[in-house]
């Protein structure tokens, strides 16, 4: 795992939604945890799991859905927590930042207005206080003429103005944990750039620790220390962000890196990844990657494969095959 | 390249701006394309590529006539689009089809995949029986890669990528030369994405289709297009083939923009200088008679307030870029 002391450390976390045709497993057995300081990616494809996880630790799941396992924030168990102790935990200790800005804002309520409100709500600022707290953010995370946004409602702010909004109410109450899902999906490649730019800088001043949640492994590189990658509720792979990019034993890691287009090689035919994900109401017995695997053996369709080390330090990696895929086509196109 | 299939020439499409409610008035108008020109070949693919509001999607639906362009001319296959009735328009789209971004917005969500596959059979009057139109729909799902047993199913059940490919379906029904993609893949995750794009090709090698390919994801525009158009605020910057546009950009706007994607590789990208662009692209008044990229561009200088820098071929392969000092920034 990490060598810092953990900040957020989840234990056999499972997510079940009810629904009309029965329960959907959305997260089974995931165990991971982040260090102080830590960046870590959590990629997958949707029906994985990984808002599911997020929305689990942030606290934000509705309460028909049952979950089990621990989750625990700088040591104190969040799971057994009353709805108001833990969002009095949450509000002050976590930050979310949503994929599409125009959905999470409030299109009634100025921007200034939404970052006062945790401000007063969560420190206990003062009118005049909040209001100089956050105009000092909207200058922080590079929004243009920080007073006079503080007044405009989101519709008049573009896509990235609106993602920088969503930052700098994320960050009002100096939250330990940040949490990202899908920061720069809804938005243009130059803006993406810059909220990337704009959210490493922000984690290294202040020393905060970020868990990314993506599903374009491009985004994380520049990004992330760590990297998790899940697959229909399921951790198949994790480890230093190098070791994912360069030496993933996982043949789902290597299907999606080779499903990747890129502009920095020359170019080859994409290879996807043949059919669909599991639909979560039927989980395929032993490992979840089965249906879709190139190299499936007896053992997988029976087994489900435990996450054991890997060659790399903090490599662990959830396949019966791992190591000896070397030679296999797909293994080695997509490392090259 | 042939005589092309497609040409635009000077396409301009202009949006009135308009005020108050009882007594709704036009106080001036957006010039969303503005002055575009460009040529498609048979079995081509041409990437169109810009950020969100400069203009592709626009020029996309008036070359479609979704939306009547203001001024400007299309010929589509010899004839020329802009002077047909609507008759001989719901004729000459059979030949050009257009799929959207949204797989869950763009199709109807009461109507099963049948329905919506056999629809454009049964407007177009492709197909007489019907007998003779389910035996069509098999063949489309059979073709894009669904099964004969989704047909009687609801877009709902389908994924992203699945439901994607009922939108193609839709749109070979009526076996068009012409296919407009508008974001095709940008709703998809990566897998369903790469599957979409093998799809794509497939189809256009077997069929002969042309693609006019509207993305902003420049790594998927240089994965499927054979040449490249780069929009920025309702003009073309840069056009050029594939290689020559990833290989030497010329423009400083398409430099920026390809400086900012994202690469999958943890070391380069630790090492990467971009390009920082100041602020956003915002069309207003001060870009009539100059350079639109002017405000933003890291090596402006005075020539490029003066006069609008024209879209001009440097060499014999046709890259031409609307710059007065192309190449002068370089990628690191």
Redesign the interface.
Known sequence: MSDRPALLEVRDLRVTFPTRAGDVHAVSDVTFSVGRGERVGLVGESGSGKTATALAISGLLPQSVSMSGSIRLTGRELTGLGRRDRRKLCGAHVGMIFQNPQSSLNPAMTVGRQIVEPLRLHLGLSRVSARTRALELLDEVGMPAPARSFDEYPHRFSGGMRQRAMIAMALSCRPELIIADEPTTALDVTIQAQILELLARLCAEHDSTLLVITHDLGVLAGLADRILVMYSGRILEEGPVDCIYHRALNPYTLALLAAVSRIDRPLEKLRPIPGDPPSGLQMPSGCVFHTRCPHVTGICRTEVPALLPGADPGHRCACHLAGHLDGLPLDAGARR | MTSPLLEVRDVRKAFPIVRGHSLRRSVGSITAVDGVSLTLGTGETLGLVG??GCGKSTLARCILRLIEPTAGQIEFDGRDVLACDKRELRRLRRDMQIIFQDPYASLNPRMRVEQLVAEPLVVHEITATRRETRARVTELLQLVGLAEEHADRYPHSF????RQRIGIARALATSPKLLILDEPVSAL???????I??LLEGLQARLGLSYLFVS?????V??ISQRVAVMYLGKIVELATRDAL?HHPQHPYTQ???????????????H?R?I??K??ATPDVSIIGSCRFRTRCPVARQVCAESEPPLESADASGHAAACYFPGTLHRT
């Open positions: 950020e969100s994924s992203g990528g699945q995750d990566v897998s369903s994405r790469a599957q794009l093998a902003h994801d420049l790594s998927v240089r994965y990833f920026a923009l390809l400086s900012a994607v994202p690469l999958p590789d943890p070391e380069h990208e630790r990467r971009r920082r662009l602020g956003e």
